[in-house]
């Protein structure tokens, strides 16, 4: 019963947080929708893809972008929990260390499905039109997605020692993942070698599966998507638990 | 006992012994101190009590229950005021305090009253729904300690709970520690480096240096061994046979002064100054733990490093604890 309550405490924390950190809300809403309107725009004035303005294509990349950024970016916080020491306070509660990091996971995905709301919303702006179908698949890839990259993040931040690393989480981790998800152009005629690199990315599932959603067009079918990322989530919890397990005050 | 520490160890990078070998046990309703300079290992130890550091040897339980066994249930017997800052700056105190309510697994009936009544007690009501970050550093450190008692711990563990306040906060802080102990009878590990705050506080200390217990037991008794003296200056050469006065135990002479060592400085001074033809000044010296301290390490306690002392010791738990 206390490891609910506990659960419960860590989420609504973390929305506490959120929703009084405005700067975080509106820089996270304010890249994609630069990426959309000035890229995506810009861009499309000149090329077309798959019959289908730009602009329209690289929606479902951007609001897995989106997506991707709230979530890594969440688990790296803790970093900032243990700098200003409220990480002592959590692990000295009588909790489990899975429910701290279950607890972290739910209030992390929160965040990113408030934010994936924004950007989801921008849709029909651009010419997207929704139906309840097409909500649904896209709301279900989305919050697998958050699953598995907020767990990603906080496996990183749980290693972290000081936010300094912060600069090569990015560099090396959050935009790779990124620019090889097919986020920006279609994965059917890639170089091999580039198209090896894209099919590992964990994120090229949910940009394709957002993509057949929303836009009709997709490479694989959606329920193989939806199991490519629900794997990778539930493999990065399985890790998030036990990183949580070890880590240090 | 409420908590038995056995040959607790901790090593760090194989060579740095934070804490080496330590000894000791805590009766329940006690104030125990752990007295030492910033560095001694103080903070370690009491982390390794609160499961939140391993030890490298050695155990101890906390109400009973084994800190490597059922690290779960020492967490839940105990509450902790860490040295520095720990609650949520972006949060109200209040929500500071429920969440802990919820962490710690107190029903959820006995929320609000509880919080309410922790808030009275360091008298914070008034500023409940301020967020933290508008906090003074006092106001801080005793939401913490109204934090840290709210799921009614068996053992209180306070790092340093008056570092860096100023002296009218630190004695609030010292009332409230106190009437903690009246009323609930719990049992409180302080650390400190401040002696005053040991010897006004603590039933017992334990002088701790390079992570080992110099000399543990009450501080009136630890004084008592010092012994007081009294100081007189501008004797000149009228030095009456100090080996006759059999309640001198102790007396060194200097130039123009004597300094004699007595069991009760107050009670013996009409005799010493019948027995003295000529003195210009007088004075007693009462013991201090500062006295203890440097008899038993070699050292004294410099209070004014403080400050420095304090940002260094931060810096440097900051990174033992990596």
Not at chain 1, 55 to 77: D, E
Not at chain 2, 141 to 159: I, N, Q, S, T
Not at chain 2, 174 to 179: F, G
């Amino acid at each position: 019963m206390s490891e609910i309550s506990g659960l419960l405490a860590l989420w609504l924390r973390e929305v506490k947080v959120f929703t009084r950190e405005h700067s975080r809300v509106v820089s996270s809403v304010f890249t994609p929708i630069l990426w959309l309107v000035v890229f995506g725009g810009g861009l499309g004035s000149s090329i077309v893809i798959q019959g289908m303005d730009y602009q329209t294509f690289i929606y479902p990349g951007i609001v897995s972008m989106s997506i991707l950024f709230t979530s890594v970016f969440f688990g790296i916080y803790i970093v900032w929990d243990r700098k200003i020491d409220f990480l002592k306070e959590v692990l000295v509660a009588p909790l489990r260390r899975s429910t701290i990091f279950m607890g972290k996971v739910i209030g992390g995905m929160t965040d990113s499905m408030i934010q994936g709301t924004i950007v989801l919303l921008l849709g029909p702006l651009i010419g997207i039109g929704y139906t309840p179908l097409i909500l649904l698949k896209a709301y279900i890839v989305v919050f697998v997605m958050a699953a598995g990259l907020v767990s990603l993040g906080l496996v990183i931040g749980s290693q972290m020692e000081s936010p300094e690393g912060f600069g090569m989480v990015v560099s090396f981790v959050v935009y790779p993942l990124f620019f090889l998800s097919g986020a920006l152009f279609p994965i059917d005629n890639l170089p091999t070698w580039l198209g090896y690199f894209v099919l590992l990315d964990p994120l090229t599932y949910g940009v394709d599966a957002l993509r057949g959603a929303m836009l009709g067009t997709s490479r694989f079918p959606y329920l193989l998507d939806l199991g490519v990322i629900t794997a990778f989530a539930a493999f990065m919890i399985a890790l998030g638990t036990q990183a949580f397990k070890r880590m240090k005050t | 006992m409420i908590v038995e520490v056995k040959g607790l160890t901790k090593v760090y990078d194989k060579e740095v012994k934070a804490v080496d070998q330590v000894n000791f046990s805590i009766k329940e309703g006690e104030v125990f101190g752990l007295l030492g300079p910033n560095g001694a290992g103080k903070t370690t130890l009491l982390h390794m009590l609160a499961t939140i550091i391993e030890p490298t040897e050695g155990t101890a339980t906390v109400n009973g229950f084994d800190i490597l066994k059922e690290p779960g249930r020492v967490r839940g017997s105990i509450g902790i005021v860490f040295q520095d800052p720990s609650s949520d700056d972006m949060l109200t105190g209040y929500e500071n305090l429920m969440l802990h309510a919820m962490m710690f697994g107190v029903p959820r009936s006995e929320w609000g009253e509880r919080i309410n009544n922790a808030l009275k007690l360091v008298e914070l009501t008034p500023r409940a729904n301020d967020r933290v970050k508008k906090y003074s550093g006092g106001m801080r450190r005793r939401l913490e300690l109204a934090r840290g008692l709210l799921h009614e711990p068996k053992v209180l563990f306070l790092d340093e709970p008056t570092l860096g306040l100023d002296p009218q906060s630190r004695e609030r802080v010292w009332e409230y520690i106190q009437s903690l102990v009246k009323e609930k009878g719990i049992s409180v590990i302080i650390t400190t480096h401040y002696m005053e705050e040991a010897d006004h506080l603590c039933d017992r200390v334990a002088i701790i240096d390079s992570g080992r217990i110099a000399v543990m037991d009450k501080p009136s008794t630890l004084k008592h061994e010092i012994g007081e003296r009294i100081l007189l200056k501008g004797v000149g050469d009228s030095i009456p046979d100090l080996d006759a006065l059999s309640f001198i135990k102790k007396y060194e002479k200097y130039d123009d002064a004597v300094e004699l060592c007595v069991d009760d400085a107050s009670k013996r001074l009409k005799a010493v100054l019948e027995a003295f033809p000529s003195f210009e000044k007088v004075e007693i010296r009462l013991p201090t733990l500062n006295d203890v301290f440097l008899k038993y390490t070699g050292r004294e306690i410099r209070e004014g490093d403080a400050a420095e002392g304090g940002f260094m010791e931060r810096i440097m738990t900051k990174r033992k604890n990596r």
